[in-house]
């Protein structure tokens, strides 16, 4: 089913109502995009999907989880520059555990709480991966934007107020 809507505003483009060849939703595409022949599916992963379908491998469709670890691979491989069998060594390395607090964390997957899950930790500057995190301590390095400074004097504040010790505050500036 094709509907070309027009708009009389020109800053807004021309959008066709498709239904998606994946899913089955109704969703709008940019007319240009179906004129050139794309525009069938209504999000990259029904596109994924589809197109390992095309190709003979239903990966997608008959092993969800399967086609999400492949997409994590790739999108450590894009973003961390690092390998699966890198990241599953430094995994092993770290004995499924967070390399600040040692709380366990887990290999993402089905069921498996975001906090829970292995969260891989890198320098912004460098892209290098520093190591495997859970998601409370890899938001905590977020929050103080990589900054051993802030750190420490959050470090003083606690130790301050909270009654931490002093030799706390003094283990901390060592290192």
Not at 94 to 105: D, E, L, N, T, Y
Request: aromatic share 8%; net charge positive.
């Amino acid at each position: 089913m094709t509907r070309v809507t027009t708009n009389n505003q020109p800053h807004k483009k021309r959008t066709v109502l498709r239904i998606c060849e994946e899913c089955e939703k109704e969703f709008y595409a940019l007319l240009q995009s179906v004129k050139k022949g794309c525009g069938k599916c209504c999000s990259r992963s029904c596109g994924a999907i589809r197109r390992n379908r095309i190709k003979g491998n239903d990966i997608g469709r008959k092993n969800p989880e399967r086609q999400a670890m492949i997409q994590r691979n790739y999108d450590r491989k894009k973003k961390y520059n690092i390998l699966p069998e890198a990241w599953e060594a430094l995994y092993v390395e770290q004995k499924s555990m967070c390399a600040i607090c040692g709380v366990s964390i887990y290999r993402p997957g089905p069921g498996i709480a975001k906090n829970d899950k292995a969260h891989t930790d890198h320098n912004h500057t460098t892209e290098k991966v520093r190591g495997l995190l859970c998601g409370d301590c890899n938001y905590l390095l977020g929050y103080a934007k990589d900054k051993p400074t802030i750190l420490r004097s959050a470090i003083r504040y606690l130790s301050r107020y909270e009654g931490y010790g002093y030799d706390l505050l003094e283990t901390a500036m060592e290192g």
